[in-house]
C-alpha cells in the first residue's frame, strides 16, 4: 500500500466527523461564531430538527468578500496566528474547522456584510465539489450562515439521526447553555416557521432572573443562592440552589469557563462534593456556575468539539470551587452545620450537660435526631466495662481514672452519609445491646458472663497473603497461594490502608496548604493542647495558626485529611489529645494515627473484586511486609478440612 495525501474533499469530511455529530452540533459552531464576532443578537431558524435547514443570522462585525471564500477553507481563522494566541484563547473558536466541515457534508452558504462595505456578497459551497462561488447579494451588516440538507452526501450519518423531536430537542438544549452564558445577546428561535425561544439580552438583575427561570424554571429561582468569590486570579460567580432545589436528573447543571460551555469531571467532583452532605444519592445539584481565570492557566485545545479543558492547577480550582461552594450553603444553614456533640461520664450519675465543650453552631432539631440504633451505640460506648473497644479507647478508659470525672468530655464525629460507615470492630447482638443499656442504670454492676463475646478459638497464623480471587458477601476478599487459603475482612483493610498513609515511621507527612484557611473559635483548654502538640501535629502535615480572640487557623492538612470535614475533626483531636495533656500523659505518633483512621476510615457494603484488589495492593505497599498477619480481625486462614472430609464420605 502506497502513502498518500488525503483529498481536500475526504480530509474535511473526516473532520465533520468529529465537528459535526448532528444537527446541534452545527448550530453550536454557527451560534460561537456569532458571539466572537461582536453579535447582540441572533435569530436562529431550523426546519425538520436541523436535517432540512439550520439559518444563523447575526448583527456582528461581517466578513470581507476577499475572505468570504477563504472563511470556508480548511484551518482558515481570524481568531489565532501565533503560539502565544493559542496558549492563551480567550474565543469560543478557534480550529479554523468548522465551516470547512459543515460546508463539506452539506449545501451551506455564507451571505455577510462589515460595516466597511456598501455592498453584501455571499459565498455557495456544496459537498461534493468543494468549489466556492460568490455573488452579490442584499444583507444588513452581520453574517448570515444558511445549512441545508445536512449529510445529504453521507447517506449512512443522515440514517442515525433521530426524529425530528428528537434533533430539536438536543438543539433546544445547547441553546438554553448559550443563552445563560451570554446575557447581553438576544437569541430568537424559530422551528419550522414557529417561534419557539425568545430570549430577551437582560440588562438588569431582574431580567436575568427572569432569563434563568426561562431555561432553568421557577423552582430554580426560588431556591438558588448568589455566589460571587475572587481569590488569587480565579473567579467563581453565578447561582446555586439549596437541596430544595435538587432533581433526580443532572439536567439543570450548567457550567461554564472564561464562557466556554463546559462538562468537566474535575468541576462536576467539587460540586457533588460540597452537596455530598445534603443531597441523597439519587439527588443532583442544580446551578449556574462561571468560573473565569487567566487563559494561561487552562488549555482548550484538549478535545476536537472542545467539550473538554484541562487546567494547569487542577487542585486549585478543585479546592476553590469546593470551599466557595461549602461556605456558601453552610452560611445560608441548607446543608448541615458542623457541630460539636458531647458526652460526660458518671460513675455516680449520668447526665447529658457537657461541660467545657467546643462552641459550634447548632443543627436544626431534624438535624440532629438520633436513630435508636445509634442510642444503642452510643450505651455501649458509655460503659467502661464493655470487651469491644480500640487500642485508644482502652487508653482513655485509663485517664479516665486519672482525671476528675466530671471534667472529662468525649467528642463524637457526626454520622457519616448512609452510603460509608466508619469502621469499627464488628456490631454486637441485639441481645448484647439490651444488656449493656441495662448496665448504664446500674453502672456498679459488672457484665454478666452470658453476655461478654467468647475468645475466638485459636487458630493458625497466616504467613502471606498470595493472590485475590473472589469477594465474599462484598466485604470480604478470599485469597490464596501455595501455603494456603485466608479470608481478608476488608473494612479493616480500609483502615489499615488510612493508618498506612498517616504514618511518620519515614518521616513527616506533607502538608497541603487549604485554599482559604480555615478560623476555628476553641476555648482555652483545646488551644492549650494545639500549643503544647503543635511539633507533633506539623509531623502529621498538620498546620495550626494561632490567632487573637481565642481563634485558631488551619492552615494546611495532609493529604489524607484533604476531603474531611476540618471544621469539626481537628476541634474532636485536640479534645482527644487535651485528654493526655490534662492528665500529663505523652501522646504517641501512633496513638494520634489511630485514632485518625477511626475518624476518617470510611467503609463500603459491597466491594468489588477490582476494588479489593487496589486495597490489597495499597497496604501491601504502605507497610512493606509488616502487616498484622496475626490480628485475626484482618485475615483468617479459611480450612477446607471439613468440606474435603464430605467429599470422601
Given at each position: 500500500?502506497t502513502?498518500k495525501?488525503?483529498?481536500?474533499?475526504?480530509?474535511?469530511?473526516?473532520a465533520a466527523?468529529e465537528?459535526?455529530e448532528?444537527?446541534a452540533?452545527?448550530?453550536k459552531e454557527?451560534v460561537?461564531?456569532?458571539?466572537?464576532?461582536g453579535?447582540?443578537?441572533?435569530?436562529?431558524?431550523i426546519e425538520?430538527?436541523?436535517?432540512k435547514?439550520i439559518r444563523?443570522?447575526d448583527?456582528?462585525k461581517g466578513?470581507?468578500?476577499d475572505e468570504?471564500?477563504?472563511a470556508?477553507?480548511?484551518?482558515?481563522?481570524?481568531k489565532?496566528h501565533t503560539?502565544?494566541?493559542?496558549?492563551?484563547?480567550?474565543?469560543?473558536?478557534f480550529?479554523?474547522e468548522?465551516?470547512?466541515?459543515?460546508?463539506?457534508?452539506?449545501?451551506?452558504?455564507?451571505?455577510?456584510r462589515?460595516?466597511t462595505?456598501?455592498?453584501a456578497?455571499s459565498a455557495?459551497?456544496?459537498?461534493r465539489e468543494?468549489?466556492v462561488?460568490?455573488?452579490p447579494?442584499a444583507?444588513?451588516?452581520g453574517?448570515?450562515?444558511?445549512v441545508?440538507?445536512l449529510?445529504f452526501?453521507?447517506?449512512?450519518?443522515?440514517?442515525f439521526?433521530?426524529?425530528?423531536?428528537t434533533?430539536?430537542?438536543?438543539?433546544?438544549?445547547?441553546?438554553k447553555r448559550i443563552?445563560?452564558?451570554?446575557?447581553?445577546v438576544t437569541?430568537n428561535?424559530r422551528?419550522?416557521?414557529?417561534?419557539i425561544k425568545?430570549?430577551?439580552a437582560?440588562?438588569?438583575?431582574?431580567?436575568?432572573?427572569?432569563r434563568?427561570?426561562?431555561v432553568?424554571?421557577n423552582?430554580?429561582?426560588?431556591?438558588?443562592?448568589k455566589?460571587?468569590?475572587?481569590?488569587q486570579g480565579?473567579?467563581?460567580h453565578?447561582?446555586?440552589?439549596?437541596p430544595?432545589?435538587a432533581?433526580q436528573q443532572s439536567d439543570l447543571?450548567?457550567?461554564y469557563?472564561?464562557g466556554?460551555?463546559?462538562?468537566d469531571k474535575?468541576i462536576?467532583?467539587?460540586?457533588?462534593?460540597?452537596?455530598?452532605?445534603?443531597?441523597r444519592?439519587?439527588?443532583?445539584?442544580?446551578?449556574v456556575?462561571?468560573?473565569?481565570l487567566?487563559?494561561h492557566?487552562?488549555?482548550?485545545?484538549?478535545?476536537?468539539?472542545?467539550h473538554e479543558?484541562?487546567?494547569?492547577?487542577?487542585?486549585?480550582v478543585h479546592?476553590f470551587?469546593?470551599?466557595a461552594?461549602?461556605?456558601a450553603?453552610?452560611?445560608?444553614?441548607?446543608i448541615d452545620?458542623?457541630?460539636?456533640t458531647q458526652s460526660?461520664?458518671?460513675v455516680?450519675?449520668h447526665?447529658?450537660?457537657?461541660?467545657n465543650?467546643v462552641?459550634?453552631d447548632?443543627q436544626p432539631a431534624?438535624?440532629?435526631a438520633r436513630?435508636t440504633s445509634e442510642?444503642?451505640?452510643?450505651a455501649?460506648?458509655?460503659t467502661?466495662?464493655?470487651?469491644?473497644?480500640a487500642g485508644?479507647q482502652?487508653e482513655r478508659?485509663?485517664?479516665r481514672?486519672?482525671?476528675?470525672?466530671?471534667?472529662w468530655n468525649?467528642?463524637?464525629p457526626a454520622?457519616?452519609p448512609?452510603a460509608?460507615?466508619?469502621y469499627s470492630?464488628?456490631a454486637p447482638s441485639?441481645q448484647e445491646?439490651?444488656a449493656?443499656?441495662e448496665?448504664l442504670?446500674t453502672?456498679?454492676l459488672e457484665?454478666t458472663?452470658?453476655?461478654?463475646p467468647?475468645?475466638?478459638?485459636?487458630q493458625?497464623v497466616?504467613?502471606?497473603l498470595?493472590?485475590?480471587m473472589?469477594?465474599?458477601q462484598g466485604?470480604y476478599?478470599?485469597?490464596?497461594d501455595?501455603?494456603g487459603?485466608?479470608?481478608?475482612?476488608l473494612a479493616?483493610?480500609?483502615w489499615?490502608?488510612?493508618?498506612g498513609?498517616l504514618?511518620?515511621?519515614?518521616?513527616?507527612l506533607?502538608s497541603?496548604?487549604?485554599?482559604?484557611?480555615l478560623?476555628?473559635?476553641l476555648?482555652d483548654?483545646?488551644?492549650?493542647?494545639a500549643?503544647?502538640?503543635?511539633?507533633?501535629l506539623v509531623?502529621?502535615?498538620i498546620?495550626?495558626k494561632?490567632r487573637?480572640?481565642?481563634?485558631l487557623?488551619?492552615m494546611g492538612v495532609?493529604?489524607?485529611l484533604?476531603?474531611?470535614?476540618l471544621?469539626?475533626?481537628?476541634p474532636d483531636?485536640?479534645s482527644y489529645?487535651?485528654?493526655?495533656?490534662?492528665?500529663?500523659k505523652?501522646?504517641?505518633?501512633?496513638?494520634i494515627?489511630?485514632w485518625?483512621?477511626?475518624?476518617?476510615?470510611?467503609v463500603k457494603?459491597?466491594?468489588?473484586l477490582?476494588e479489593a484488589?487496589?486495597?490489597i495492593?495499597?497496604?501491601?505497599q504502605?507497610?512493606q511486609?509488616?502487616l498484622p498477619l496475626?490480628?485475626?480481625t484482618?485475615?483468617r486462614p479459611?480450612d477446607?478440612?471439613?468440606?474435603?472430609a464430605?467429599f470422601e464420605?
Amino acid at each position: 500500500m502506497t502513502i498518500k495525501i488525503l483529498p481536500a474533499r475526504l480530509a474535511n469530511q473526516i473532520a465533520a466527523g468529529e465537528v459535526v455529530e448532528r444537527p446541534a452540533s452545527v448550530v453550536k459552531e454557527l451560534v460561537e461564531n456569532s458571539l466572537d464576532s461582536g453579535a447582540t443578537r441572533i435569530d436562529i431558524d431550523i426546519e425538520k430538527g436541523g436535517a432540512k435547514l439550520i439559518r444563523v443570522r447575526d448583527n456582528g462585525k461581517g466578513i470581507v468578500k476577499d475572505e468570504l471564500g477563504l472563511a470556508l477553507s480548511r484551518h482558515a481563522t481570524s481568531k489565532i496566528h501565533t503560539l502565544d494566541d493559542l496558549e492563551a484563547i480567550i474565543s469560543l473558536g478557534f480550529r479554523g474547522e468548522a465551516l470547512a466541515s459543515i460546508s463539506s457534508v452539506s449545501r451551506l452558504t455564507m451571505t455577510s456584510r462589515p460595516a466597511t462595505q456598501e455592498q453584501a456578497w455571499s459565498a455557495y459551497s456544496e459537498g461534493r465539489e468543494m468549489q466556492v462561488k460568490l455573488q452579490p447579494a442584499a444583507h444588513p451588516i452581520g453574517t448570515t450562515v444558511e445549512v441545508l440538507d445536512l449529510f445529504f452526501n453521507t447517506p449512512a450519518r443522515r440514517k442515525f439521526l433521530r426524529t425530528e423531536k428528537t434533533e430539536f430537542a438536543h438543539i433546544d438544549e445547547l441553546l438554553k447553555r448559550i443563552a445563560l452564558s451570554r446575557f447581553d445577546v438576544t437569541i430568537n428561535v424559530r422551528h419550522n416557521g414557529k417561534l419557539i425561544k425568545q430570549y430577551r439580552a437582560a440588562k438588569t438583575e431582574a431580567q436575568a432572573e427572569k432569563r434563568i427561570a426561562a431555561v432553568c424554571g421557577n423552582a430554580f429561582v426560588r431556591s438558588m443562592l448568589k455566589i460571587e468569590l475572587e481569590h488569587q486570579g480565579l473567579k467563581l460567580h453565578g447561582w446555586i440552589t439549596t437541596p430544595d432545589g435538587a432533581r433526580q436528573q443532572s439536567d439543570l447543571q450548567y457550567c461554564y469557563v472564561n464562557g466556554r460551555m463546559m462538562r468537566d469531571k474535575l468541576i462536576n467532583h467539587a460540586i457533588r462534593q460540597s452537596y455530598e452532605t445534603s443531597l441523597r444519592p439519587d439527588q443532583f445539584a442544580t446551578y449556574v456556575l462561571f468560573i473565569e481565570l487567566d487563559p494561561h492557566q487552562v488549555d482548550v485545545n484538549v478535545h476536537p468539539a472542545k467539550h473538554e479543558v484541562r487546567f494547569h492547577q487542577a487542585r486549585l480550582v478543585h479546592d476553590f470551587i469546593y470551599q466557595a461552594l461549602s461556605d456558601a450553603l453552610a452560611q445560608s444553614e441548607h446543608i448541615d452545620q458542623p457541630q460539636q456533640t458531647q458526652s460526660a461520664f458518671h460513675v455516680e450519675e449520668h447526665t447529658s450537660e457537657p461541660e467545657n465543650t467546643v462552641s459550634f453552631d447548632s443543627q436544626p432539631a431534624d438535624k440532629v435526631a438520633r436513630s435508636t440504633s445509634e442510642q444503642e451505640y452510643q450505651a455501649i460506648e458509655s460503659t467502661p466495662s464493655y470487651p469491644g473497644k480500640a487500642g485508644y479507647q482502652e487508653e482513655r478508659e485509663a485517664l479516665r481514672e486519672a482525671r476528675p470525672r466530671h471534667e472529662w468530655n468525649e467528642s463524637r464525629p457526626a454520622s457519616k452519609p448512609k452510603a460509608t460507615e466508619r469502621y469499627s470492630e464488628p456490631a454486637p447482638s441485639k441481645q448484647e445491646v439490651k444488656a449493656y443499656q441495662e448496665l448504664l442504670k446500674t453502672p456498679d454492676l459488672e457484665p454478666t458472663p452470658s453476655v461478654t463475646p467468647r475468645e475466638p478459638a485459636p487458630q493458625a497464623v497466616v504467613e502471606s497473603l498470595g493472590k485475590a480471587m473472589n469477594v465474599v458477601q462484598g466485604r470480604y476478599v478470599m485469597m490464596a497461594d501455595k501455603s494456603g487459603t485466608c479470608l481478608v475482612n476488608l473494612a479493616k483493610a480500609e483502615w489499615l490502608r488510612v493508618n498506612g498513609q498517616l504514618s511518620t515511621l519515614h518521616g513527616s507527612l506533607k502538608s497541603q496548604p487549604l485554599l482559604v484557611p480555615l478560623s476555628l473559635k476553641l476555648d482555652d483548654e483545646l488551644l492549650q493542647a494545639a500549643e503544647q502538640l503543635q511539633a507533633t501535629l506539623v509531623q502529621f502535615g498538620i498546620e495550626l495558626k494561632s490567632r487573637s480572640n481565642k481563634a485558631l487557623m488551619v492552615m494546611g492538612v495532609p493529604q489524607p485529611l484533604r476531603q474531611q470535614n476540618l471544621q469539626q475533626l481537628i476541634p474532636d483531636l485536640l479534645s482527644y489529645a487535651a485528654s493526655y495533656v490534662a492528665a500529663a500523659k505523652p501522646l504517641s505518633h501512633s496513638q494520634i494515627a489511630n485514632w485518625l483512621s477511626d475518624q476518617i476510615t470510611q467503609v463500603k457494603s459491597d466491594y468489588t473484586l477490582s476494588e479489593a484488589i487496589q486495597i490489597i495492593a495499597d497496604i501491601e505497599q504502605l507497610w512493606q511486609g509488616q502487616l498484622p498477619l496475626g490480628d485475626f480481625t484482618f485475615v483468617r486462614p479459611v480450612d477446607f478440612s471439613a468440606t474435603i472430609a464430605a467429599f470422601e464420605l
